[in-house]
């Protein structure tokens, strides 16, 4: 690819990330900003500080523009990276077209990015989480996220390294052992928190923890298709009219 093709995909990754920022906001905002609410509550119920100083923030904005803002430049941001890692996969990982490659690296950023992190560090809500650790447990979260995505870079390219000798089938299997066990062991050495009060209801917790996935997963599912269609729409036509050439040339 040369560089005005990557340059024209790296553009439409991040509108693709915008508009899954957009699905994504959507979701974010009706799922989980209902929750925020009910666990800012109990919060302040809680609260044996009554003085109520005054907000920097207020919670209209926190739930509309700064929700809004931080969702949007994540998608673009996020959209943009991802277009380049797409640029670089096409035709590197097996016979994919721009599409099915699209949705390959949507997915793979969906489980290394957020899942895999978010299973051993979970989302907080409000009254959730001694304040005290809070930098310890951001901290650990993003060492997680940049473990789990240098071991899948080191799984695909065992991956590709193995494929000759066993087999593509056996070295995806192996590989995706590798990071499964790795990520295990991770799982076990880092440490835990279990900072969650007796009275904070299960079931408020498990619903904003499904909401944040649901949140991720809206942003990651509508970028792969979006960014999928517009990159077929730059390359296939491309790809229909090289045979053509070919055929012309013989002629």
């Given at each position: 690819?040369?560089?005005?093709?990557?340059?024209?995909?790296?553009?439409?990754?991040?509108?693709?990330?915008?508009?899954?920022?957009?699905?994504?906001?959507?979701?974010?905002?009706?799922?989980?900003?209902?929750?925020?609410?009910?666990?800012?509550?109990?919060?302040?119920?809680?609260?044996?500080?009554?003085?109520?100083?005054?907000?920097?923030?207020?919670?209209?904005?926190?739930?509309?523009?700064?929700?809004?803002?931080?969702?949007?430049?994540?998608?673009?941001?996020?959209?943009?990276?991802?277009?380049?890692?797409?640029?670089?996969?096409?035709?590197r990982i097996g016979r994919f077209g721009p599409r099915a490659t699209?949705?390959?690296?949507?997915?793979?950023?969906?489980?290394?990015?957020?899942?895999?992190?978010?299973?051993?560090?979970?989302?907080?809500?409000?009254?959730?989480?001694?304040?005290?650790?809070?930098?310890?447990?951001?901290?650990?979260?993003?060492?997680?996220?940049?473990?789990?995505?240098?071991?899948?870079?080191?799984?695909?390219?065992?991956?590709?390294?193995?494929?000759?000798?066993?087999?593509?089938?056996?070295?995806?299997?192996?590989?995706?052992?590798?990071?499964?066990?790795?990520?295990?062991?991770?799982?076990?050495f880092l440490p835990s928190f279990d900072e969650v009060g007796k009275?904070?209801?299960?079931?408020?917790?498990?619903?904003?923890?499904?909401?944040?996935?649901?949140?991720?997963?809206?942003?990651?599912?509508?970028?792969?298709?979006?960014?999928?269609?517009?990159?077929?729409?730059?390359?296939?036509?491309?790809?229909?009219?090289?045979?053509?050439?070919?055929?012309?040339?013989?002629?």
């Amino acid at each position: 690819m040369n560089s005005i093709s990557v340059r024209a995909l790296l553009v439409r990754g991040m509108l693709a990330g915008l508009i899954a920022g957009a699905f994504a906001l959507a979701v974010a905002y009706f799922l989980g900003e209902s929750r925020v609410d009910a666990a800012i509550a109990l919060e302040e119920a809680h609260s044996h500080d009554h003085g109520g100083g005054e907000e920097l923030v207020t919670r209209t904005m926190q739930a509309t523009g700064g929700l809004a803002t931080g969702v949007l430049v994540f998608g673009v941001a996020a959209g943009g990276i991802a277009a380049l890692v797409v640029c670089y996969a096409l035709g590197r990982i097996g016979r994919f077209g721009p599409r099915a490659t699209a949705a390959l690296i949507a997915g793979a950023a969906l489980l290394t990015v957020y899942v895999v992190p978010f299973l051993k560090y979970p989302a907080n809500p409000p009254a959730v989480g001694n304040p005290d650790t809070i930098g310890k447990r951001t901290t650990l979260f993003f060492l997680m996220v940049a473990l789990s995505v240098l071991l899948a870079v080191a799984a695909v390219i065992i991956g590709k390294w193995l494929a000759p000798r066993l087999g593509n089938w056996n070295a995806t299997t192996a590989a995706g052992a590798g990071y499964v066990v790795v990520i295990g062991l991770a799982y076990a050495f880092l440490p835990s928190f279990d900072e969650v009060g007796k009275d904070f209801p299960a079931s408020l917790l498990w619903e904003f923890r499904l909401s944040t996935l649901a949140v991720q997963t809206t942003l990651w599912t509508v970028f792969g298709l979006v960014f999928g269609y517009l990159t077929e729409r730059i390359l296939a036509p491309a790809a229909r009219t090289a045979p053509s050439r070919v055929a012309n040339s013989v002629h």
